[in-house]
């Protein structure tokens, strides 16, 4: 008897609808990386890291945060990353999984009600999993939704806490939340707002400060942003009042029971936030946007005013075969299936980097045009 029989049976249905995944080393020209920024392999970055070395920063943290691995590196970090996002206290991890798992399933109590849009991150749906609140989900977007979904809660009964869980800016569809509004929303219904900044840190507000720039210091308010995106680095950035941050230290268990992160990275990270507050790689990137999206627009590609594009194929099977002649003309765009998206909306997922020039934009829109 094969005692893998369950798993090769679920593969063999993964590869018959064409939803089959596997690891590809990088190649061709870059227009599927989170790396917004071109900040992964700046010379800086290394620099600061070299020093740190000569420092005699160590590679490893040793141990979790509560024993010996809680190095002075981390420590300066979430006081550098505090002040910069205009936030009380910050609180420094591994990734940004590890975060948004580690906050929802931690933070809101049993009685509490985790209310989140439908198209939140997977990382978001971990950690309402693992909660001990009731989640319910809303429209995505739509805030007349997300109150009626409250007011639902509250006549049936409900007498807790509200979380509203969002991203700032949504990473298969590149477009923004009304976080004015929902922020309006959460000071209705004494709810407390968390805004996933995980694709909008770096690239949008003075400073890359994030979509939720302006909300910044609210007492209601937590904000994520992810360190492996246009920061260039490893490792999520949780940021709210200190008690947030307290709890979560004493609480938390992804965060008590996780190797601490390397205090290297939290001295890279500490410079990617140095440099993401100038504006040039920001204005440049926001340029090649706005050319991007001339040039794409004829091929059917989405216009959002992000630096996510996507192009709506629909067919699994049809989608797949497109990245994959993409790929072999050299252009690294990849395929996005259910359940990452909503059935019948699989796409190419088009990611602008500071890592490809206006004539590669127009090489790519040359391509697509060449399949369709």
Known sequence: MDPFEAQRRDLAELAERSRSRRLAERAGLDFSSNDYLGLAGDPALA???RDAIDAGVPIGSGGSRLLRGNHGEHERLEATAARFFGSE???YFSTGYAANAALLSTLPQRGDLILHDALVHASAHEGMRLS????RSAAHNDVG?????ILDWRHEGGTGRVWITVESLYSMDGDQAPLADLAALADRHDAILIVDEAHATGVFRPDGRGLAAELAGRENLITLHTCGKALGCEGALLCGPRVVRDFLVNRGRAFIFSTAPSPLMAVAVEAALGLIA?????????GLIARAEALLAPVGVQATGSQILPLVIGEDARTMAMAA???????????IRP?????GTSRLRISLTLNVTDADVAALAEAIGGLA
């Open 132 to 135: 001990r609140a009731e989640a």
């Open 47 to 49: 620099a600061a890291v």
């Open 278 to 286: 100038d504006p040039a790689r920001r204005e440049r990137l926001h």
């Open 325 to 335: 002649e993409l790929q072999r003309l050299g252009f690294d765009v990849r395929g």
């Open 339 to 343: 359940p990452t998206v909503p059935t």
């Open 145 to 149: 939704d997300f109150e009626d979904a």
């Open 89 to 91: 206290s910050a609180l």
